[in-house]
């Protein structure tokens, strides 16, 4: 993956440059509502540190921040009540899982039903 690119729009709401409604925040992570929600219930949480993706934020985090930061995953789906109906995380890292923002990100996805695995049919027959 490419170096941090210091200008992402998350970098931005980190050093709150850009605006966003903070639905969560402790020393690991912040947490804010998607802009364009894919659900009824529908949050990004991201790592308080430079991390492009999951795979950047594996290798390099220090353990305790990496645990700290999936605690605060938790913390955000239960602030949103979707522990008992369930819910969904999901995150892109890379090309082919169309990453658009390069800041490690967790989407955490509730409030309906939410179908199957993946929407489109992405196997090339
Ligand atoms: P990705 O495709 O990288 O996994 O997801 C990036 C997500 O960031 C998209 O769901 C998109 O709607 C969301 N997003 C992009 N720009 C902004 C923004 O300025 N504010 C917020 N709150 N979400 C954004």
Same mark, same amino acid.
């Given at each position: 993956?490419?170096?941090?690119? %210091?200008?992402?729009? &998350? =970098?931005?709401?980190?050093?709150? *440059?850009?605006? $966003?409604?903070?639905?969560? *925040?402790? /020393?690991?992570?912040?947490?804010?509502? /998607?802009?364009?929600?894919? $659900?009824? =219930? !529908? =949050?990004?949480?991201?790592?308080?540190?430079?991390?492009?993706?999951?795979?950047? &934020?594996?290798?390099? =985090?220090?353990?305790? &921040?990496?645990?700290?930061?999936?605690?605060?995953?938790?913390?955000? #789906? $239960?602030?949103?009540?979707? *522990?008992? +109906? @369930?819910?969904?995380?999901?995150?892109? %890292? @890379?090309?082919? #899982? %169309?990453?658009?923002?390069? !800041?490690?990100?967790? !989407?955490?996805? @509730? +409030?309906?039903?939410? +179908? +199957?695995?993946?929407? @489109?049919?992405?196997?090339?027959?």
């Amino acid at each position: 993956m490419a170096d941090y690119d %210091h200008d992402n729009i &998350f =970098a931005k709401i980190l050093r709150r *440059e850009i605006p $966003a409604e903070i639905l969560y *925040e402790d /020393d690991y992570a912040m947490a804010f509502p /998607d802009i364009q929600p894919a $659900a009824k =219930a !529908h =949050a990004l949480v991201i790592p308080k540190g430079e991390y492009c993706s999951f795979d950047d &934020f594996s290798k390099r =985090a220090e353990a305790v &921040f990496i645990a700290g930061f999936f605690k605060a995953v938790q913390q955000v #789906a $239960a602030k949103l009540g979707l *522990e008992e +109906g @369930g819910y969904r995380l999901i995150t892109n %890292h @890379g090309k082919n #899982a %169309h990453q658009t923002v390069p !800041h490690f990100h967790v !989407h955490v996805l @509730g +409030g309906q039903p939410l +179908g +199957g695995l993946l929407s @489109g049919d992405t196997l090339e027959r």
